[in-house]
């Protein structure tokens, strides 16, 4: 288990822990008062309760004081009470921890390693002679010691400028090691089976170094735009193979660029360079959990965001490869393929197919494989993401035969999806030596509270102990993370990211963590996706809109009385709608916006509330939490007699029918709400402004990123009922601002939202870290023993008891 976890962050351990500024005796009389409450564990929210309630107390305490104490707590996650001490895990800054005794017989904090910390907390589940003893610790910080970090917050989730740099300076300290790495790399490089970029003819940096300049002069021969093929055969006798460029303009430029490289050590030029080269060909991209099809699957419980993601990915990237290809000279085409359950009952859907082709696509496919049970017999029905643990080691056996026939040989990239779409992708790059991209979209740990040192209560319904150690496996195992939001990784000021969560925790009984993920790592790299342009485009433009669509969807969620299936009259039908379209998870929070709408009368008095669910009724739902939130969404809507001003429909749009809901709310001058308790990144909140729909979103994970406040829409606390309120009142009442946020959301995603600019940087980066790979700096076969033990000890015998 090494020693790392010890590991308090070097530069944290040698400052003097005394010298945070702030008075000792006081933040001693903190810990006083919050043993005084009898609790034994406090979270980030009750601590900053505690604290503000208690400075207000400390009437004599200096504002200077006063703010050095609001420093030390900043952020701080866990305050945990034992006997006369109080441990408390603070946040120096972002994506740091140090944790810290208060003792009354202290002068000042005592640091205490991650070991005993867990320990301490363990005794509050399982009582301090259970969790004395030496149970099982897993510490990933050794494997990735030599790894680079980043330093400053700022930098966080942009790894490969990192690495960039670390590979350029490598060029500065050892040219000969750089240099025969790089020229490994290219000359290992086939697509189909084909070598590209370089041959054997340059067998050594010096042999490449002379034939640079030769060919480059050679080049100047040609006019810029002459095709390759006039070229070929001379690159090929000096040792150039397709790859370079497709005219001789572009070949130069590539060339030069690696001449560049060669001799100097810009980081921006070496990310060029490894970028524009055509290293692949096939993806496979690894979403297992059900539903996944085109149409008529979102906003069940489990699909929604990560389909369209997935599926927007899959075009995306072929467009890029192909621009690529046609770019380099290469005269290849791209293929993608989506792996995902095949589930023979599809209640309509094509998720009984085995192979699907994507809509819009040249070369890319959705291909099925089923879970079957111990007896080999294939499952028919839908299972929850929560319970698919036991079958995901026999589907990705049974997937790898699948794959490697479509894609007539291994794929150069897998992207794996999710928890249990990563498991399965680590497992196939691992058996197929490719390199494994893994995108996040949701960690499961941050949403319940104490999911962790509760994991034995959540057990029946989530299986956490299973979620959590795929997580640990699978991520652990990705060459590099993709997420959407630097709230993923960094999370905010005052509080952890998602993948942060992951770094120091316990199940207690089960495991302690004590370096799970690192956030600091510098295979983190946030790359947002994009909406389609082809569905989500602004409500002025007209000419793209459909006449029919507009006027259906008009009907069905303006008039008077509500369709079939859809619930409330509304009494005054031409009023602006704020609008809110989500699955029905609690964390969605689509109760608190009928609460907050109900509350507030100029509001409900001004516009009617329109909520679009995949489902408005309990009887129809086999998920507890989506029952649960239905029933309570009703009680709201009684308690605030919002009868006459509410419309809920239970709809399963197409894309194109989505993106004219948001154009025809446009039309009437109405918002989008979004008031989840936490978001990764929030797809419906690109897609409104996409179509000139002002929103008003939540303070909590992706929107605050998406939404710039007061250009693009407003930034509010969901708890904050009164304030959210207001600001869909202000959007719909006030026209200068409507018109504001309409034009500067539209502006906001054509810039930064873009799925061509998503596949532009996954490619860039899975070139990157390809050669990062190469180079094997880590010791990566260390790293694999130790995630294959972990897998065969607690994860594989774990999943047998949802069998
Ligand atoms: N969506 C839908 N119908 C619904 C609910 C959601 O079509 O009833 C779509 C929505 O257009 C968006 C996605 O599902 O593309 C939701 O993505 P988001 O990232 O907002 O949330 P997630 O469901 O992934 O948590
Ligand atoms: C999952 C979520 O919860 C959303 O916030 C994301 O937008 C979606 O996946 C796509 O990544």
Redesign the pocket.
């Known amino acids: 288990t090494g020693n790392g976890g010890n590991g308090q962050d070097a530069f944290l351990t040698t400052r003097d822990l005394s010298s945070f500024g702030a008075p000792f005796g006081r933040i001693k009389k903190f810990a006083a008062t919050l043993k005084a409450t009898g609790e034994p564990l406090f979270l980030a929210d009750q601590i900053q309760e505690h604290l503000e309630a208690f400075l207000e107390n400390e009437q004599d305490l200096t504002p200077r004081d006063a703010k050095a104490i609001r420093r030390v707590f900043r952020g701080c996650s866990e305050i945990v009470l034992e006997a006369d001490s109080a441990y408390a895990l603070l946040r120096p800054g972002i994506g740091l921890k140090q944790i810290v005794c208060i003792h009354p017989e202290f002068d000042k904090f005592e640091e205490v390693d991650r070991g005993k910390f867990l320990e301490i907390k363990d005794s509050q589940i399982q009582g301090y002679d259970e969790a004395s003893k030496r149970g099982l610790v897993l510490d990933f910080s050794p494997y990735f010691r030599d790894y680079p970090k980043v330093l400053r917050p700022q930098e966080m989730g942009e790894g490969i400028a990192l690495l960039n740099r670390r590979l350029a300076s490598q060029l500065n300290g050892q040219p000969g090691v750089f240099r025969q790495g790089l020229l490994g790399f290219l000359r290992n490089r086939k697509l189909d089976g084909v070598s590209i970029l370089v041959n054997e003819h340059l067998s050594s940096p010096e042999v490449l170094l002379k034939e640079l300049p030769v060919v480059l002069s050679l080049l100047e021969d040609y006019d810029n735009d002459e095709p390759y093929a006039e070229v070929a055969h001379e690159l090929r006798t000096h040792g150039f193979e397709p790859g370079w460029g497709s005219t001789v303009g572009r070949i130069a430029e590539s060339l030069d660029l690696l001449q560049q490289v060669l001799e100097s050590s810009e980081p921006a030029q070496f990310a060029e360079l490894l970028t524009r080269l055509p290293l692949i060909r096939t993806v496979l991209m690894v979403s297992p959990h059900g539903w996944f099809a085109q149409d008529g699957v979102l906003g069940k419980p489990d699909t929604?965001?990560?389909v369209?993601?997935v599926l927007d990915q899959a075009l995306a990237m072929e467009q890029e490869l192909r621009k690529q290809f046609e770019l380099s000279g290469v005269s290849a085409t791209p293929k993608i393929a989506i792996l995902t359950r095949q589930i023979p009952n599809a209640e309509g859907t094509t998720c009984n197919m085995v192979r699907e082709k994507i809509h819009g696509s040249e070369d890319s496919w959705i291909i099925r494989a089923p879970f079957r049970d111990m007896q080999g017999e294939v499952l028919n029905d839908w299972i929850s993401r929560f319970r698919i643990w036991p079958y995901l080691e026999a589907y990705a056996e049974e997937s790898k035969q699948l794959v490697v026939t479509e894609m007539l040989g291994p794929p150069d990239l897998i992207i794996g999806h999710?928890t249990d779409g990563n498991l399965v992708a680590s497992r196939l790059a691992d058996d197929l030596n490719t390199t494994h991209c893994a995108?996040?979209?949701?960690l499961e740990k941050t949403k319940y509270l104490l999911s962790d040192m509760h994991w034995e209560g959540f057990e029946k319904d989530y299986a956490f102990s299973m979620q959590f150690t795929a997580d640990l496996i699978a991520y652990n195992s990705a060459d590099f993370i993709v997420s959407?939001s630097y709230r993923e990784v960094g999370g905010t000021d005052t509080e952890m990211g998602m993948i942060e969560s992951y770094e120091l925790f316990s199940m207690p009984g089960l495991y302690r963590v004590q370096s799970g993920f690192d956030p600091r790592l510098a295979r983190h790299n946030i790359v947002p996706?994009g909406a389609s342009p082809k569905y989500f485009f602004p409500n002025t433009d007209h000419g793209q809109r459909i006449d029919a669509v507009t006027q259906s969807l008009s009907e069905r969620f303006m008039q008077a009385q509500p369709a079939e299936g859809d619930v409330g009259v509304l009494d005054h039908p031409e009023r602006p709608i704020v609008f809110a379209m989500a699955r029905m998870d609690k964390i969605k929070n689509l109760s608190g916006l009928v609460e907050i709408f109900g509350k507030h009368e100029k509001l409900r008095d001004s516009a009617n509330l329109l909520l679009v669910t995949s489902l408005n009724n309990a009887e129809l739902s086999s998920d507890h939490e989506e029952i649960e939130e239905v029933n309570r969404t009703y009680e709201l809507i009684e308690k605030y007699s919002l009868n006459g001003h509410i419309r809920w429909c239970a709809a399963r749009l197409d894309k194109v029918e989505t993106g004219e809901v948001y154009r025809i709310v446009a039309d009437r001058g109405g918002v989008f709400a979004q008031p989840?308790f936490m978001?990764?990144?929030?797809?419906?909140v690109i897609e409104a402004m996409a179509c000139g729909l002002p929103v008003v979103v939540t303070c909590f994970?992706?929107p605050s990123e998406i939404v710039v406040p007061a250009e693009s829409g407003e930034v509010i606390n969901p708890n904050h009922q009164e304030e959210f309120a207001e600001a869909l009142y202000r959007t719909i009442s006030d026209t200068d601002r409507w018109s504001a946020y309409s034009t500067g959301g539209i502006a906001r995603v054509e810039e930064k939202f873009t799925w061509k600019q998503h596949a532009k940087r996954v490619t860039g980066l899975a070139n990157v870290y390809s050669y990062w790979n190469h180079l094997d700096v880590m010791n990566r076969q260390a790293l694999d023993r130790y995630i294959h033990t972990l897998y065969h000890t607690v994860y594989r015998p774990r999943t047998q008891s949802l069998l």
């Open positions: 929604g965001g990560q369209t993601y999710y995108c996040i979209h949701a959407s996706p989840a978001e990764t990144f929030g797809l419906t994970g992706g």
